[in-house]
């Protein structure tokens, strides 16, 4: 079942003095697995013992601010710069140099941290992330629901997302247990965080460049049916990187959970 991570074991690292929660599995090279907007660790589930099976040993994290890892109070601390920090603190945890993957946010996050310490890293997976700030029908959505986390807190916000998400067509609600996990990782999410990244992901600027001048070896991979930044903007962005360019079938923006077969054999031809 998705966010059911079978064979993992929960680990934690200290981060300025916070708990950031994790999930661990399989021995060899060191992967590291950043998730994007309102996710967490949970959201690479489907992959984990795939990946351990495939001789690598991979660490999903929250980021701080959310599900089970405390973030700090400030919602400008949300940044890709700032969260970078946290994953620098993970990888120099892991025997590296760490293969690092971010999705979504999570990869404008991963970007930072390439940038800001490129010998830390054997390569980069840009999963379904962009190369500047969120644009389109999500972009509105945040901008929309801002006023509600003002006023309904983070229950407010999920029941207006909740309720937007049934009027899309060919909506299919979830299995009970999965929304039940969906509901309780949302509520246990930071309000500063969800503003912080919001707003981080409204003001991105682009960074290609300087991601480039790193020299570490990237791959751009999204769904074939991505509904965030236009598989068109992955795709020039992947050029202008220099780097490896895949799209995965029968998946849209969660590749993991969606097509989680076809995204490990891409990571793992890429990886090896």
Do not use: C
């Not at 929660?21 to 399989?26: F, I, P």
């Amino acid at each position: 079942m998705i966010y059911s991570a079978a064979g993992a074991r929960r680990v934690a690292f200290d981060v300025d003095g916070r708990q950031l929660a994790a999930l661990h599995a399989g021995d060899g090279p060191a992967v590291l697995l950043v998730p994007g907007f309102t996710g967490s660790k949970e959201d690479f589930a489907p992959i984990l013992a795939p990946l351990a099976d495939a001789g690598f040993a991979v660490t999903a994290i929250d980021q701080p601010g959310q599900f089970e890892s405390p973030g700090p109070p400030d919602r400008a601390e949300y940044t890709p710069d700032r969260l970078a920090r946290a994953v620098l603190a993970v990888t120099a945890a892991l025997p590296g140099p760490v293969r690092l993957l971010g999705h979504s946010f999570g990869g404008l996050v991963a970007r930072a941290a390439v940038i800001a310490s490129a010998s830390s890293f054997d390569s980069l997976v840009l999963l379904s992330s962009g190369p500047a700030d969120l644009g389109g029908a999500r972009r509105v959505r945040m901008s929309e629901l801002e006023p509600v986390l003002a006023t309904g807190g983070l229950s407010g916000v999920y029941a207006a997302m909740q309720a937007a998400a049934a009027e899309e067509p060919g909506f299919a609600p979830p299995p009970p247990e999965v929304e039940r996990f969906l509901e309780r990782r949302f509520l246990h999410g930071s309000p500063q965080m969800l503003q912080g990244m919001a707003d981080a992901l409204r003001a991105e600027p682009d960074r290609v460049e300087e991601l480039a001048a790193t020299g570490v070896r990237t791959l751009v991979v999204h769904g074939v049916d991505d509904d965030a930044w236009p598989p068109a903007d992955q795709q020039d962005m992947a050029r202008r990187l220099g780097a490896r360019y895949e799209v995965v079938s029968d998946a849209a923006h969660s590749a993991a959970e969606e097509n989680p077969a076809d995204l490990v054999a891409v990571l793992v031809d890429f990886w090896r």
